[in-house]
């Protein structure tokens, strides 16, 4: 891991752990969501509230008013709610990816008819790599557009370099997502 990435990381916990909503906050969230949506982000640990309310603020700086990606931005790590991440998970998450990113994927696959129990050590892994979907279900199941749910599905999806130039209106929206989600 390099050290500026070392650097962010630190910096992204020390938020995570320190930072609190405000009034603004929660009418800002208001603004965009429906009132079963608002039910749905109320249900993410405080530290994914406030990391998706930077993702929000930094697209809406960049200029972003589609509708659609304001509500992927603040539901996209909405399916993390089925297991909640412990802090020593998160760390353990963020140390593997840095080092054996392949094996993220491996340990985070879940076989069909597999539930989160039993999984041990992987549990963070499969919530990791599954959350999503997981989230695109739950966005769904609230009456969320078919574009929200799609980014919401997609977050973390990589896209090949070519795809670029023939990229759809979902896939511009998609990087753009990514690119704040990943800075914040």
């Not at 700086?61 to 802090?87: I, S």
């Not at 050590?121 to 009456?143: K, M």
């Not at 795809?163 to 990943?182: G, N, P, T, W």
């Amino acid at each position: 891991m390099n050290t500026s990435r070392l650097i962010y990381r630190s910096r992204q916990f020390w938020q995570a752990i320190t930072t609190r909503s405000t009034q603004d906050d929660t009418d800002l969230v208001s603004s965009i969501l429906s009132p079963s949506q608002i039910e749905l982000f109320n249900l993410m640990q405080k530290s994914e509230q406030v990391h998706s309310l930077r993702v929000l603020s930094e697209l809406r700086n960049r200029g972003a008013e589609n509708r659609d990606l304001q509500t992927a931005a603040l539901l996209h790590d909405v399916g993390k709610v089925r297991a909640p991440l412990r802090l020593w998970e998160r760390v353990l998450i963020v140390i593997v990816k840095a080092f054996y990113p392949d094996c993220v994927k491996k340990w985070g696959s879940i076989p069909d008819g597999d539930t989160l129990n039993g999984l041990g050590w992987r549990r963070a892994f499969v919530v990791a790599e599954q959350h999503p979907v997981w989230g695109a279900v739950l966005a769904s199941q609230c009456g969320t557009s078919p574009m929200a749910v799609s980014l919401i599905a997609r977050h973390q999806d990589q896209l090949p370099p070519s795809h670029i130039s023939e990229s759809s209106e979902e896939d511009s929206l998609l990087r753009k997502l990514q690119a704040v989600d990943d800075i914040n």
